[in-house]
């Protein structure tokens, strides 16, 4: 029968670890954090905390938990590099913060063929800039064709309607979180056209806006019958976002920037807004805009 040094308790073979000849629990000599044996040949005290074992270094390691203001040494990072514990990490879905004060709602998406309303967290910061009424709709649209009009973006109807919808009533789009859709018709002479844009509600201004501006420029697209791969046409529109957000200097935009644009490794909305930025980079938005219409052989400018 063999008795654990550390604690003087009898080990069973299915709890033992064998160390230098002596056999001890694997609870007293296993670390909890890293998971890996604990060498010293005596366990102080202060190796010990709250009834689990812990190396030194891992034990110094703990933080404090920007929430709660307790030593965590299970803890998770936001995008800013605050800390917080398992129990209150919960990050804000649209600036990357903890949620110090806050609630969920329920998101939708799609995954597997299947609609999900999927829990989201929000800040209290990002929650009271949420944009609700077609006051504010119309603001957000009048500041976004502000920024398009002095880059050089012309060419796009200022009446398309734009709705809030919690996207339930979409169809299946193979896995993607849907945060806006544009809808439209056009006629073959580009005389007549039918647009609705629809927005994902509990939007936030500053992603309000960003998603505004891809969803026009989706319309400019549609309108003047531009044909491009789906990664050109989705990293066009993310030009657009990326244009509006960087006006906003704030550090939500910057990280919506980072977030949704600059590190976003999917192959079409990632790769597409990477490839076309080098475009823009090139042309600047008014030759890119008039390449476009040129390769399309579309005229340059439509009455609208």
Known sequence: MKVCPDCHKVVSALDAVVLKGKTYHKSCRICYKCGQVIEDNLLLPKQVYQGHSYHYSCLNSAQVCCICGKKTLHYVRDYWGNTACAEHGHICLYCGSFVREGQTFL???????????????????????????????????????????????TGIPEDIPIRLSDMKDLPGFQGKVIWGLNKGRV????????????????????????????????????????????????????????????????KEADYLINWTLEQNRDPVYGDGYRLMKKRLEKLGWKGLMDALLWENKTPEHIDL
């Open 187 to 250: 006629s073959s002479s580009r005389a007549r056209y039918s647009f609705e844009i629809l927005m994902h509600q509990n939007f936030p201004r500053v992603v309000f806006k960003g998603v505004l501006a891809h969803e026009l420029l989706h319309s400019w697209i549609a309108l003047y019958s531009i044909r491009l791969p789906n990664n050109e046409e989705e990293g066009l529109c993310n030009l657009g976002e990326f244009l509006v957000l960087k006006q906003e200097k704030s």
């Open 107 to 153: 998101f939708s998406c799609v995954r597997e063929g299947q609609k999900l309303s999927e829990p989201r967290w929000i800040c209290d910061k990002c929650q009271v800039s949420i944009v609700r009424t077609p006051e504010e709709i119309e603001q957000c649209r009048k500041e976004v064709m502000t920024i398009f009009k002095a880059n050089g973006i």
